[in-house]
T-cell receptor
Framework: DAMVIQNPRYQVTQFGKPVTLSCSQT?????MYWYQQKSSQAPKLLFHYYDKDFNNEADTPDNFQSRRPNTSFCFLDIRSPGLGDAAMYLC????????????FGPGTRLTVL | KQEVTQIPAALSVPEGENLVLNCSFT??????LQWFRQDPGKGLTSLLL?????REQTSGRLNASLDKSSGRSTLYIAASQPGDSATYLC???????????FGTGTRLKVLA
């Protein structure tokens, strides 16, 4: 089945230790998103790609970076995780824009010790 | 700037009850509105996508309506079941972009 896959599902890291979260899709969608979601809050968009065109949200901390080496894969790098970065990280895709629906992966739960 | 609000924040109902979840948005220039379900600790599952030209969209026991002029959408769940217990979120795309704004969700608990 076509889908959005996130690995790992659970990630534990230490304060300040870099971590990379991955997302892959078999849907061949142009747009990929990374969201951060904290408990009982709405998902917060960190950045998105339209193909290789990268779009960063103004309030996304510099500590967060992303890479999209090809259509299928997208990575979220957290250079120096702080305790406040503990959250659920959600990857989503969209075929080509605003008229279409988003498809989400299962998420990666990040714990920072 | 688009703002999306969902009321109530939490809802608890007995099994079998019909219920309505509300989603309000401030900018009516939307292309579509999407309803999601989120189980605890999980990702988001798309339930219904309703385009701006549509007034209703149905899937099984779920019916979503959209009234752009009043900035409102409702998600109607018929004959609720304990398995419907989850958080329900709505999201709208921001005009001219590929970005979506989410509501904070309604946490539903259906009691057996």
């Amino acid at each position: 089945d076509a889908m959005v896959i996130q690995n790992p599902r659970y990630q534990v890291t230490q304060f300040g230790k870099p971590v990379t979260l991955s997302c892959s899709q078999t849907l061949n969608h142009n747009v990929m998103y990374w969201y951060q979601q904290k408990s009982s809050q709405a998902p917060k968009l960190l950045f998105h790609y339209y193909d290789k065109d990268f779009n960063n949200e103004a309030d996304t901390p510099d500590n967060f970076q992303s890479r999209r080496p090809n259509t299928s894969f997208c990575f979220l790098d957290i250079r120096s995780p702080g305790l406040g970065d503990a959250a659920m990280y959600l990857c989503a895709t969209n075929p080509s824009g605003s008229y279409n629906e988003q498809f989400f992966g299962p998420g990666t739960r990040l714990t920072v010790l | 700037k688009q703002e999306v609000t969902q009321i109530p924040a939490a809802l608890s109902v007995p099994e079998g009850e019909n219920l309505v979840l509300n989603c309000s948005f401030t900018d009516s220039a939307i292309y579509n509105l999407q309803w999601f379900r989120q189980d605890p600790g999980k990702g988001l599952t798309s339930l219904l996508l309703i385009q701006s030209s549509q007034r209703e969209q149905t899937s099984g026991r779920l019916n979503a309506s959209l009234d752009k002029s009043s900035g409102r959408s409702t998600l109607y769940i018929a004959a609720s079941q304990p398995g419907d217990s989850a958080t329900y979120l709505c999201a709208v795309p921001t005009s001219g972009t590929y970005k979506y704004i989410f509501g904070t969700g309604t946490r539903l608990k259906v009691l057996a």
